[in-house]
């Protein structure tokens, strides 16, 4: 099939790349004229594994080309992948979206996540949610754990579901206004267990019992499930913060109260205050204390800093007039207030304490005893539970487990 697909970001190069893999002829589109050029080249900014070889593939086949702008003709379907940040009152701001809308001829299959019943204003517009997780896209798009497809009528829905090919996953077919909730549904839902699980971490400090153990006796039960388990400083990301908001927001218009949802929104904006409450409890008034973040991404294995926890926790730190460096494998820029640097022992040179603010598996296998030489106070506080206890007591560190 002709497919073509409008925004070149995590969701939209995905797509592209993963479509044209698939054999179909692809094109993709975006705003961004650098953006495309670079493309065009074979560059991938984005840290995906597998992205730039498939991206490769398709240049190299003739499957897949890029093209500025928005507007698409001769093709059989249109995906729209652009951005829905969060707009006034926590509603997602769905200009970018309608405005690709207005543009497409053929049938147009909206991947954005975008409020419920948005596909339902235009008619013949198919809703196929993404479930992608960053750092994992291509996986979880060639092998999805379900493929949902929301459409006016069956045929149409079936017709988009085929563009996947042969497929193990089940395929969901219903409306769009369902097709669109199951997004927002799922996301929030793993916001509340995230909430839950980090609340529980912090019972645990109070009661002096191990969250690990605690955990790992829950994701042995199936009908709880062994993801999104471990805790941390707090969810973040470009979607489960924006998307927990918007669905706030369409229950609040429904009349709904979603207190759960609330709470675990509440929740989690309480966790880098914890992570910093919990430093100054040990090391003082925290004007002038200079700490060496390790981790500044949302979570590992990607590079993206949207929504970043750690940059919250920073934020926090820095107000109190904390000195900070940080590394973090796939960060080379600085930030606003922080100074980023090449390698986790240069952080650790001189500091008061060191914070473990993402869990990227290198910061396990980090050299100790080099780091403890570097520092001029032993203490770690690890926010994601990766560092080794018996590794940073022989090094002569005190480690302190918190926000988790
Ligand atoms: N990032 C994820 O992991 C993920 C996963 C599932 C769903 N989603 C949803 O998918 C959507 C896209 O997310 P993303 O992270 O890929 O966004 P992104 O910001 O990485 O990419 C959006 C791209 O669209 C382009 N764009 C904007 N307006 C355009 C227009 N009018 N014409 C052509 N291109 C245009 C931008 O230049 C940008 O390159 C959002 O609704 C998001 O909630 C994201
Ligand atoms: O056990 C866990 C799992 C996750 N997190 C945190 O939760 C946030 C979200 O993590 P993850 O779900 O892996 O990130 P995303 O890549 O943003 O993916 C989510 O958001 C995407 C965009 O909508 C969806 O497509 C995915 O299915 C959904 O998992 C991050 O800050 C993680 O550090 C934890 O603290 N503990």
């Given at each position: 099939?002709?497919?073509?697909?409008?925004?070149?970001?995590?969701?939209?190069?995905?797509?592209?790349?993963?479509?044209?893999?698939?054999?179909?002829?692809?094109?993709?589109?975006?705003?961004?004229?650098?953006?495309?050029?670079?493309?065009?080249?074979?560059?991938?900014?984005?840290?995906?594994?597998?992205?730039?070889?498939?991206?490769?593939?398709?240049?190299?086949?003739?499957?897949?080309?890029?093209?500025?702008?928005?507007?698409?003709?001769?093709?059989d379907?249109?995906?729209?992948?652009?951005?829905?940040?969060?707009?006034?009152?926590?509603?997602?701001?769905l200009?970018?979206?309608?405005?690709?809308?207005?543009?497409?001829?053929?049938?147009?299959?909206?991947?954005?996540?975008?409020?419920?019943?948005?596909?339902?204003?235009?008619?013949?517009?198919?809703?196929?949610?993404?479930?992608?997780?960053?750092?994992?896209?291509?996986?979880?798009?060639?092998?999805?754990?379900?493929?949902?497809v929301?459409?006016?009528?069956?045929r149409?829905?079936?017709?988009?579901?085929?563009?996947?090919?042969a497929?193990?996953?089940?395929?969901?077919?219903?409306?769009?206004?369902?097709?669109e909730?199951?997004?927002?549904?799922?996301?929030?839902?793993?916001?509340?267990?995230?909430?839950?699980v980090?609340?529980?971490?912090?019972?645990?400090?109070?009661?002096?019992a191990?969250?690990?153990?605690?955990?790992?006796g829950?994701?042995?039960?199936?009908?709880?499930?062994?993801?999104?388990?471990?805790?941390?400083?707090?969810?973040?990301?470009?979607?489960?913060?924006k998307?927990?908001?918007?669905?706030?927001?369409?229950?609040?218009?429904?009349?709904?109260?979603?207190?759960?949802?609330?709470?675990?929104?509440?929740?989690?904006?309480?966790?880098?205050?914890?992570?910093?409450?919990?430093?100054?409890?040990?090391?003082?008034?925290?004007?002038?204390?200079?700490i060496?973040?390790?981790?500044?991404t949302?979570?590992?294995?990607?590079?993206?800093?949207?929504?970043?926890?750690?940059l919250?926790?920073?934020?926090?730190?820095?107000?109190?007039?904390?000195?900070?460096?940080?590394?973090?494998?796939?960060?080379?820029?600085?930030?606003p207030?922080?100074?980023?640097?090449?390698?986790?022992?240069?952080a650790?040179?001189?500091?008061?304490?060191?914070?473990?603010?993402?869990?990227w598996?290198?910061?396990?296998?980090?050299?100790?005893?080099?780091?403890?030489?570097?520092?001029?106070?032993?203490?770690i506080?690890?926010?994601?539970g990766?560092?080794?206890?018996?590794?940073?007591?022989?090094?002569?560190?005190?480690?302190?487990?918190?926000?988790?």
């Amino acid at each position: 099939m002709r497919i073509g697909v409008v925004g070149a970001g995590y969701v939209g190069l995905t797509t592209a790349a993963c479509f044209a893999h698939l054999g179909h002829q692809v094109v993709c589109a975006d705003v961004d004229e650098s953006k495309v050029e670079a493309l065009n080249a074979g560059e991938v900014a984005l840290h995906e594994p597998g992205l730039s070889d498939l991206v490769a593939e398709g240049l190299g086949s003739g499957g897949l080309r890029f093209v500025t702008g928005s507007r698409l003709s001769d093709v059989d379907f249109t995906f729209v992948c652009v951005q829905t940040p969060t707009g006034a009152d926590g509603e997602a701001d769905l200009t970018a979206v309608e405005e690709v809308l207005d543009q497409v001829s053929g049938p147009a299959v909206v991947k954005s996540t975008v409020p419920v019943g948005t596909a339902a204003k235009h008619p013949g517009v198919v809703s196929n949610p993404e479930f992608l997780r960053e750092g994992h896209a291509v996986e979880d798009f060639l092998r999805p754990q379900r493929i949902v497809v929301g459409a006016q009528d069956e045929r149409q829905a079936r017709a988009v579901a085929d563009l996947y090919g042969a497929t193990r996953a089940p395929v969901v077919l219903t409306d769009t206004t369902s097709a669109e909730l199951v997004k927002y549904a799922s996301n929030c839902f793993l916001a509340l267990k995230l909430s839950y699980v980090n609340t529980l971490a912090e019972l645990c400090e109070h009661l002096d019992a191990d969250i690990d153990g605690v955990t790992e006796g829950m994701r042995l039960d199936n009908r709880i499930g062994a993801s999104c388990l471990a805790p941390g400083p707090g969810w973040g990301g470009s979607c489960l913060p924006k998307d927990t908001l918007a669905l706030l927001a369409t229950a609040r218009t429904a009349g709904i109260d979603f207190a759960t949802l609330e709470a675990a929104i509440s929740t989690n904006h309480h966790q880098p205050r914890r992570v910093v409450d919990r430093i100054r409890e040990e090391v003082g008034p925290l004007d002038g204390v200079r700490i060496g973040l390790l981790g500044l991404t949302f979570k590992a294995g990607t590079s993206d800093l949207r929504d970043s926890p750690a940059l919250v926790v920073a934020g926090i730190l820095s107000g109190e007039g904390a000195v900070l460096v940080a590394y973090d494998p796939c960060v080379e820029q600085d930030r606003p207030g922080i100074t980023v640097l090449p390698s986790a022992v240069e952080a650790a040179e001189g500091a008061d304490v060191l914070l473990v603010l993402t869990e990227w598996p290198e910061f396990a296998e980090l050299d100790w005893p080099e780091l403890a030489k570097r520092v001029r106070n032993p203490l770690i506080f690890d926010t994601r539970g990766v560092v080794p206890p018996g590794k940073a007591a022989e090094a002569g560190f005190r480690l302190v487990r918190t926000g988790r």
